[in-house]
């Protein structure tokens, strides 16, 4: 019988909440904090060690410019020695917006009647895929609002649909969702489809604010909400996404919570979160809420720089709810993939006329690029875009421990399948002049590896530009 560090019993006590808001206060307001202390935990963190919840508060309590400065150096020295250049590429897919909930920050909540409901039949489900895919697209996320129609089978059933469509060299090849959290048999249903990372956001992990702003449906329980990803966990899903919708609260507490939740998963399943998101709230149709705990820009660059140095092993994930400059900034502090081309009203990808239309989208989003000027700028900044899903597809499950524990695997496998799946898309979508900075990035990369991997990726390159698809480590 396995224990939690908390001693719940194993599998029937650990769905138990596991936030303690007045231990995370107590941190926050009695942890001291000095420039000496900051820079020693920073090297802790360099020093590929986890950090503890004294630790980020430590962090989180330096206010100072040299202290803040400092914070987001070492995160981008983390994410620079670590993980690399490497930038990986996703699109979300929004398939239903009816909600039985009320989240009074959210466009598709049940009160909200501007809203135009629509959920995708699968005839334009299989357009958007198909559109997705000429643009590129390799990895996607299904998102849903909270209904009766939205079943554990109805997900599964769209995520089959999306592997089964392939237009000529498109294929998606990773299916990650974000939905409502299901029931341990509804976690069974939806993994036996074949899906990557299950996401779920607490919003927020404070208790009473979480009330405030959930008023009603099934999704104002907090407890059932907090332990979604235990039940995922107990349904054979090891591969989880959690975040916190910044804004509701305060962000130090909501940063100390997502460590918290990381730290738990992690004792409890020995497997932490695949990934962070920490979306910060932006305008939705009728949306009427308190900006009292909004982030400002500053603030949110911290609090990514804190997250990587706390979490170094998992990765973090920035969308296109932030505009362009600032997710050019803010991905130099070790996030790990970004969205591209995205389009969040439903039949978006097929129907662009729409675009921006407050009352077809559950929020604004700030950047609007294709995925090709994504690609673009990432590469001019001579990053090395990446459409990977190899780990997935292998069976190496919590690659992201691996980039970070085990030496040598982001350069036998990472940058190797990363630099494969940009050259497909280089070849299959890309304008000549994207593709000339591709190819140039690519050379630099191999240069980079160490001989028997330089001979072994070229040769593969080489069966890519000859139109062999879907090679990787
Ligand atoms: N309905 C499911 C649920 O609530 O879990 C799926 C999630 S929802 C479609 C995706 C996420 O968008 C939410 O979890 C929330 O964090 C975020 N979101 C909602 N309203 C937002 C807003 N106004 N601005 C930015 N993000 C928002
Ligand atoms: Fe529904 Fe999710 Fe929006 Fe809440 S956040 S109203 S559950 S879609």
Known sequence: MKFCPQNYRIPDVRMQPFIDADEIWNYLLHTPSSPETVEQVIQKSLAKNRLSLEEVAILIKADDEKSI?????????????IYGNRIVLFAPLYVGNKCSNNCLYCGFRSSNIEQIRKTLSDEELIREIEA???????????VFGEHAEYSAEYIAHTVRIVYGVKKGNGEIRRVNINAAPLDIEGFRIVKQAGIGTYQIFQETYHREAYKKYHVAGRKSDYDYRLTSLDRAQEAGIDDVGIGALFGLYDWRFEVMSLVRHA??????????????????IKDASTLNIDDRYFV???????????????????????????????RNELIQYGVSQIDGGTKIELGGYVEKEFYHELN???????????????????????????????CYRMGRTGEHFMEFSVPGFIKRYCTPNAMLTLAEYLEDYAPAETARKGWQVIEKNLDDLDE??????????????????DLHY
């Open 360 to 390: 077809k989208a559950q929020f604004r989003i700030n950047d609007d690029r294709s995925l090709n000027e994504v690609v673009d700028e990432l590469l001019q900044q001579g990053m090395l875009p990446s459409f990977c899903t190899s």
């Open 69 to 81: 400065q400092a914070i987001k150096d070492g995160a981008r020295a983390l994410k620079n020695t």
């Open 452 to 469: 028997k991997m330089r001979n072994s990726v070229s040769e593969k390159l080489g069966r890519v530009k000859k139109g062999e698809r």
């Open 263 to 280: 730290n738990h998963l992690e004792a409890c399943y020995n497997v932490g979160p695949h990934t962070i998101s920490f979306p910060r």
């Open 296 to 326: 400002s820009d500053e603030d949110f660059a911290r609090l990514i720089a804190i997250l990587r140095l706390a979490v170094p092993y998992t990765g973090m994930i920035l969308t296109a709810r932030e505009p362009e400059s600032l």
């Open 132 to 142: 997705l895919e000429d643009n590129g697209q390799k990895r996607l996320i299904l």
